[in-house]
């Protein structure tokens, strides 16, 4: 059974970039697509972005600015990049696995992981 | 965006209950949604995917209806492990939008 673990820091300077790997264990990247989401303290989640892993991706606008995800499937994991970050996105971050290609929601997620954006 | 309304936003019970989450989108996304069952310190858990379709291994007592701009998500009879948050997600057209919740606890 597939499953995923967020790492990186957990404090950011403002101004800073955000950086976040995704371990996939007890499968293959390389069949589905994968997402990246947030939740911030006391609101609802947000998603982020997703990637197919022959690199497509896709970006929520509010963030395509500032976002890359990128997959390096010969070490099955897959990365968020967020620059220039501010207090706003100081969140937990979580990575998913896509039920069925793009679609039918997210059937796997890691634990998530709290990012604070302070200096 | 497509913006989803979750209600009511929390939700008393009892166990043995049954239970109704509603979730209204702000456009129609077909049956395009799922329901996800959220507990504190970890991550979602998907429950229902296109509306009715119950996820492996979730009890059958959870259960979905709607299509189009209204969903309902059914608890039949509420066990002590169901006290927990819900979330609704259309996932019709990226970007994928969340509801903001319903957190469901012991009366």
């Known amino acids: 059974q597939v499953q995923l673990q967020e790492s990186g820091p957990g404090l950011v300077k403002p101004s800073e970039t955000l950086s976040l790997t995704c371990s996939v264990s007890g499968g293959s990247i390389n069949t589905d697509y994968w997402s990246w989401l947030r939740q911030p303290p006391g609101k609802g989640l947000e998603w982020i972005g997703l990637i197919y892993y022959t690199g497509t991706t896709n970006y929520n606008p509010s963030l395509r600015s500032r976002v890359t995800i990128s997959v390096d499937t010969s070490k099955t994991h897959f990365s968020l990049n967020l620059r220039s970050v501010t207090a706003t996105d100081t969140a937990v971050y979580y990575c998913a696995k896509?039920?069925?290609y793009d679609n039918d929601g997210f059937d796997v997620w890691g634990q998530g992981t709290v990012v604070t954006v302070s200096s | 965006d497509i913006q989803m309304t979750q209600s009511p936003h929390t939700l008393s019970a009892s166990v043995g209950d049954r239970v109704t989450i509603t979730c209204r989108a702000s456009q129609s996304i077909s049956n395009w949604l799922a329901w996800y069952q959220q507990k504190p310190g970890q991550g979602p858990k998907l429950l229902i995917f296109k509306a009715s379709s119950v996820e492996s291994g979730v009890p059958s007592r959870f259960s979905g209806r709607g299509s189009g701009t209204e969903f309902t998500l059914i608890i039949s009879s509420l066990q002590p492990d169901d006290f927990a948050i819900y979330f609704c997600q259309q996932y019709n057209n990226p970007p994928y939008t969340f509801g903001q919740g319903t957190k469901l606890d012991i009366k």
Do not use: V, Y
Request: aromatic content about 34%; proline content about 0%; overall charge positive.
């Open chain 1, 98 to 100: 896509h039920r069925f």
